[in-house]
């Protein structure tokens, strides 16, 4: 009992003395206020650019999907060697560790096939991008992305709706009335939010489709970048791409994920669509060998894409990773001048009976209390910067709409890097404030000396090693842009205007084609300040 209330007593005493550092540290940082503010705005620099960095990262790579248990969540692929397919519409080909290739497109017959039989598995859903669709609404016109899904696609994948529903087994039926589930942003867009919007016509490259249903805000899709703006059945493949025939197992084009049931064994449901898959090659004229089938862990999508698109992030990743360096090795650099100039101080404080840990902990309280101040701005600073380096980071389609945000993922990264900095910073200072002795430090300070910062020369050097290599890499880096600015592209660049215009997807074929191309450029040299109309490419 008596070693109990002991104990107490004792916590209650440390909580005490580190509530005294604390306040104690707030005090001397205010009397310093040209150090406070250099180290915090130094700190944020280096904070700030690196939370933004991986705010990218984080939204394009590691954050799961916003639909109900993610985890459970499998991306369908197969795997094999010497792939010999008729019709194959996908990604590129990727290779396993094992150097297999792995692939996550099947012909339709492969998805009905592990839909139906398929063991450990609650839905198999299947879809296929649309890009670059002539969309029609309410007399405007413009250019989306969508997805052709198959009919237990939400219901496996996770629905959110703001208005209506989604499909259901009818929907998918040949010969149904065509259907659409439109996003939030296509309603926002072409509806201007009418609640009315259900049962309206919207035509998708000249074919009619009525409007079912409406996503909510907050629904994003699996691909990356949230591409589709609108989905439709697979039923309307021969109006929408009819050169992939559904009852064709020679077009290999879906994409196939799955909704493990809760605790199921993957191990086995993987062996189970194994099977299957040898039977879809034997229906098949398509050979792979040694095929098998591989699932993916599907909470963040397809991630064949997404690890492709945040190579360039790591790398820059890396390299503000550097400039936090730098921004540490000067803080711990103002600590050992600010320390030389506090060694009076620190040894009267030890000369009274203060503890070496009682001075390193004192040292490593200022330096956090800098390393919350340089990351809270840092905060800020990300916030900002993230929407100012979106349109420069990501330029790959007008249509991607990427969630950059900072959400917990985030916060946590900054919070390591509060530590790190604390750590990096203030540790090597504070072993050395505390390791003064005490009657070298009470003497005259004019007859100690300015003492020497071996230690300081040290870090100086680092800061001057990686600042070299920065601007060294910043250099070739200008003088790259500099060069495809300057370089010559055999014509004249100068007031070109380069846009797309596809009126194959408008439903114009043959003759009609070149009648719409002609018309289309006599009324373009008919504008005042028009030279010159060609086009490269004509489908």
């Known amino acids: 009992m008596v070693s109990t209330q002991f104990q107490r007593i004792s916590y209650h005493s440390s909580l005490i003395t580190i509530f005294q550092d604390i306040r104690f540290g707030f005090r001397m940082l205010k009397k310093s206020p040209v150090f406070t503010i250099i180290a915090v705005l130094t700190l944020a620099l280096g904070i700030g650019i690196n939370t933004t960095i991986f705010s990218f990262l984080n939204g394009i790579l590691l954050r799961s999907l916003p639909v109900p248990n993610p985890h459970e969540l499998r991306v369908v692929n197969w795997t094999g060697l010497n792939a010999r397919m008729d019709y194959y519409t996908g990604n590129a080909m ?33 879809f296929f991008p649309l890009t670059s669709v002539t969309t029609h609404a309410r007399g405007m016109a413009w250019t989306v992305d969508g997805l052709m899904v198959s009919e237990n696609f939400f219901s496996g994948y996770g629905e959110r709706m703001a208005l209506g529903r989604t499909f259901v087994p009818g929907d998918d039926r040949i010969g149904a009335e065509p259907t659409a589930v439109i996003t939030y942003r296509l309603w926002e867009r072409g509806f201007d939010l009418d609640p009315h919007a259900l049962g309206q016509v919207i035509t998708l490259n000249k074919k009619p489709f009525t409007v079912i249903g409406v996503l909510s805000k907050d629904f994003a899709g699996p691909q990356i970048g949230d591409l589709a703006d609108f989905y439709i059945p697979l039923s309307a493949q021969p109006q929408m791409v009819p050169d992939y025939p ?7 084009w879906l994409q196939i994920m799955g909704r493990l049931t809760p605790g199921a064994n993957e191990e086995r449901a993987q062996a189970s669509l194994a099977v299957l898959f040898q039977q879809v ?39 503000v990773g550097f400039v936090l360096v730098i921004a540490c090795a000067n803080l711990a650099c103002l600590f050992l001048v600010r320390g030389a100039a506090r060694r009076h101080e620190m040894a009267i404080r030890t000369a009274i009976g203060a503890g070496r840990w009682r001075l ?17 701005l840092g905060l800020l600073f990300a916030l900002w910067l993230k929407d100012f380096l979106l349109g420069f980071l990501i330029p790959i389609k007008e249509n991607l709409h990427f969630d950059i945000k900072l959400d917990t993922n985030v916060l946590l990264f900054t919070l390591g890097l509060t530590v790190i900095t604390t750590v990096f910073s ?43 290599l920065l601007v060294v890499g910043a250099g070739l880096l200008i003088q790259t842009f500099v060069n495809l600015k300057t370089l010559d592209p055999g014509f004249d660049a100068d007031n070109v205007l380069l846009f797309h215009l596809n009126a194959a997807q408008a439903g114009y074929t043959d003759r009609q084609l070149v009648d719409f191309y002609e018309q289309t450029q006599e009324s373009l040299m008919a504008i005042p300040g028009i030279e010159s109309v060609a086009f490269p490419t004509c489908h």
């Open 426 to 468: 203030g540790l090597l200072p504070a072993f050395r404030a505390a390791w003064i002795d005490p009657a070298e430090g009470l003497k005259d300070r004019a007859a100690v000396g300015v003492p020497r910062l071996r230690l300081g020369k040290f870090l100086v050097s680092i800061q001057a090693g990686l600042s070299v």
């Open 360 to 376: 390193i902990r004192q040292s490593l309280i200022e330096s956090l209390l800098l390393s919350i101040a340089g990351a809270g």
């Open 246 to 252: 559904l009852e064709s197992s020679k077009h290999w």
């Open 281 to 319: 090659l034997a229906d098949s004229t398509s050979t792979i060998d040694q095929p098998g089938i591989w699932l993916e862990d599907g909470s963040r999508g397809p991630l064949q894409l997404r690890k492709r698109v945040s190579q360039p992030f790591w790398i820059l990743l890396a390299l």
């Open 94 to 126: 990727g290779h396993t560790s094992a150097g297999q290739s792995y692939s996550g497109s099947f012909p339709h017959s492969a998805y009905r096939l592990f839909r139906d039989k398929g063991e450990g598995f609650s839905d198999v859903f299947a």
